[in-house]
């Protein structure tokens, strides 16, 4: 491991400035960036420890939403009365991710701000990774082993797929996203706050050097309480995804007014599938009314040699979180 300084910030002022300097990265339940310094991945030369900071409490918005500070754990955030009855696809996506001991050490902004799993990505000895040296090559498309690896939102740059449960959650639920930094604070859809790779795949999302994630805010919503999640994957627990899907669905009657779809495992950030959204506005809820969102959800898909199972994987527990949400299953 690179050696570097540490600071323990007291308080968020102290914290902005130390986080502008080149180099340096905040830390807080450390399950992702401590992991990625011992590979070598990472190499900040100073970590600012955020722990200090107040972000860490649960509370009702005037509107009726939920405001969940950034450094809320994620088994707090799984368990909460009003997540599990009125966020269900949530709750159901933290508890579906890692294992309890790192769920009781990761935050909320760590799981937003999370990389990739790519084993190129996390192997220093192989050079070609543009999203870990810009401008070096992707191992992955030339020829490499992309079981685990993205179908939807790559390029001729990078094709990893993103790591997140909870993010996809917090997609199918409108979330939004606040930060802070030296200009002040901001809002950010959460579907606009992970970047697709593109040519420049070392930027992940949308904050810059020395702004901190302070919270997210769950908007009152329709669709948000018929809502569900569901995970294939290698293990029956802490393995990451090969393809989930969240679902929410707002009905009337037997009939969907509205819903909002997204997939993990299968992109390179969660992705919302605004062409299944549509396939399920206004028709009734019945298997093959999702099999047919499942199905238009997939046509953009470009899967490579070893990864092609994905395509129908995803629509498989597409479906199956439709039925959940639906009632049917």
């Known amino acids: ?41 990472e190499k900040p030369v100073r970590l600012v420890d955020i722990n200090g900071l107040p972000w860490k409490t649960i509370e009702r918005t005037r509107d009726g939403g939920l405001f969940v500070g950034a450094l809320v754990k994620n088994s707090d955030l799984a368990w909460h009365p009003e997540v599990r009855t009125r ?19 990761a935050t ?5 701000l999370q990389r990739t799993r790519c084993a190129y990505f996390r192997d220093v000895g192989i050079s070609a990774c543009n999203k870990r040296t810009p401008g ?23 094709i ?3 790591p997140s449960d909870m993010c996809v959650a917090l997609v199918a639920l409108d ?37 901190l994630v302070t919270g997210i805010t769950l908007p009152p919503s329709a669709f948000a309480a018929r809502s569900a999640y569901v995970k294939a994957r290698d293990r029956a627990s802490y393995a990451f995804a090969l393809a989930s899907a969240a679902a929410a669905i707002q009905l009337d009657g037997n009939v969907i007014r509205d819903a909002r779809v997204a997939f993990g495992g299968v992109a390179t950030k969660p992705w919302r599938s605004r062409e299944a959204e549509q396939a399920l506005a206004g028709q009734s809820v019945q298997t093959a009314v999702f099999e ?38």
Request: contains cysteine; glycine residues 14%.
């Open 160 to 162: 990893a797929a993103h």
């Open 136 to 158: 070096s090559g992707c191992a992955a498309l030339d020829g490499g082993f992309v079981r685990m690896h993205a179908v939807l939102g790559g390029s001729d740059h990078c």
């Open 175 to 211: 979330a939004i996203v606040h930060v802070r930094g030296p200009r002040g604070e901001r809002s950010v859809p959460v579907g606009e706050f992970h970047l697709l790779p593109g040519a420049h795949p070392e930027t992940e999302t949308v904050v810059a050097q020395g702004e």
């Open 108 to 112: 909320v902004g760590g799981n937003l």
């Open 292 to 329: 047919r969102a499942a199905a238009a959800a997939m046509q953009g898909a470009s899967p490579r040699p070893g990864n092609e199972f994905k395509v129908a994987l995803a629509q498989r527990v597409l479906v199956r979180a439709l039925e959940r949400a639906g009632g049917i299953a």
């Open 87 to 105: 966020f269900p696809v949530l709750s159901e996506a933290l508890l579906a991710g890692a294992s309890p001991q790192l769920r009781n050490m």
């Open 1 to 41: 491991m690179t050696p570097f300084t540490y600071l323990r910030a007291e308080a968020e002022a102290s914290a902005l400035q130390a986080g502008c300097s080149s180099g340096v990265a905040f830390i807080a339940g450390g399950t992702g960036m401590v992991d990625l310094m011992r590979l070598g991945v």
